[in-house]
């Protein structure tokens, strides 16, 4: 390979300008160049190309985004000068979380303020899974039925869509507090399904009533079809349920209840069932959430929903259509950002 001091008595600097000037942020165009007039007869034919090439060293490690290199002459008579420009790092891999996130949709926003703080594609429409039950559990919340009643699990309440597994035998009787509890924490299907059935009017009041609330909260991009989401057809955006955490966060019952733990209930004979909740960021004592929800169906990935205090604010996490555990992953990547925002503006 040629040394650079023969490239530079190769091709003088005049002759390397043009292909230089095709150089713009983040694009590599290709060009040819022929010798001076000077050049010797043998090299008359020789160009030069600008080209493209990956995991080329920085000339300084510290500062630069350009990398060059030198690569031989083709058979064809032309050198390469390889040239890369790193493209310029976003803000969120600026602010310290290294990679963006998985997650496919994703909003978070400073309730107090209303100030957005990070967007990936906030207004897309998609299934929600289980985030639905903080409809269910707002129409609940609001209905003014008795927490005390006793309500039972029934054939109805068995998923035939999904066949999705309850510990909620059919026959189980359980308040509506307890319905509303297991449902928010476990996201127990049954549960949800039958604080729907026995809402006045039964399950088509209640999405009724889950739909209107939806439009009374400005939700214009959210549809409900019933209470649990195991149906792909329960829909919304990041800023619709942005709306929706800031609706269930005036309910201190949703805040208990979505934010436990774990619960233990007593079913029939005495015996002894205890549930956890499912966002297990709940347990983590250095997140303070206030309101907290998972789902989870194949249409929509793993989604998770939360109202957090980070720096002293109110702060909506709404993560859509994850794979793995990434999610939560985007929940600490998030949080990151936030408090890293927070500091940049003290200074």
């Avoid at 597994?165 to 449902?183: D, K, N």
């Avoid at 942005?242 to 209840?257: F, Q, S, T």
């Amino acid at each position: 390979m040629p040394s650079w001091n023969q490239a530079l008595r190769r091709f003088s600097l005049s002759a390397l300008a043009p292909a230089c000037l095709l150089l713009t942020s983040g694009t590599v165009f290709y060009t040819q160049t022929q010798a001076r007039s000077h050049t010797p007869v043998a090299e008359a034919a020789h160009t030069t190309r600008v080209v493209e090439r990956q995991n080329l060293r920085p000339v300084n490690r510290q500062q630069s985004q350009l990398r060059v290199g030198l690569r031989k002459a083709s058979l064809s008579g032309a050198d390469d000068i390889v040239v890369q420009r790193q493209a310029a790092p976003t803000r969120l891999e600026q602010a310290g979380p290294k990679a963006a996130l998985h997650s496919e949709a994703a909003l978070v926003l400073d309730l107090d303020s209303a100030n957005v703080l990070y967007d990936k594609n906030s207004d897309e429409v998609r299934p929600i899974a289980s985030i639905s039950k903080l409809m269910t559990a707002l129409v609940v919340a609001e209905a003014g039925q008795s927490m005390d009643e006793m309500l039972q699990i029934s054939d109805a309440d068995v998923d035939r869509l999904r066949h999705s597994r309850s510990r909620l035998a059919v026959g189980t009787e359980l308040s509506r507090a307890h319905m509303l509890h297991l449902a928010l924490m476990s996201s127990e299907n049954r549960a949800a399904n039958a604080l729907g059935r026995h809402y006045p009017g039964g399950l088509p009041a209640f999405v009724r009533a889950m739909n209107d609330k939806a439009r009374a909260l400005g939700m214009r991009h959210t549809n409900f079809v019933e209470p649990t989401g195991l149906s792909s057809d329960n829909v919304s955006s990041p800023r619709d349920l942005v709306k929706l955490l800031a609706a269930v966060n005036k309910h201190p019952v949703i805040h208990r209840y979505s934010t436990d733990d774990k619960e233990e209930v007593t079913i029939g004979r005495g015996r002894q069932l205890v549930f956890s909740n499912t966002n297990r960021l709940v347990r983590n004592p250095g997140w303070d959430i206030q309101i907290s929800k998972t789902g989870f169906i194949n249409e929509a990935g793993k989604c998770l929903v939360m109202l957090t205090r980070i720096d002293d604010r109110d702060v909506a996490i709404v993560l859509l259509n994850s794979s793995g555990s990434s999610r939560i992953g985007d929940a600490v990547r998030l949080r990151q950002w936030v408090e890293s925002e927070s500091h940049l503006a003290m200074l």
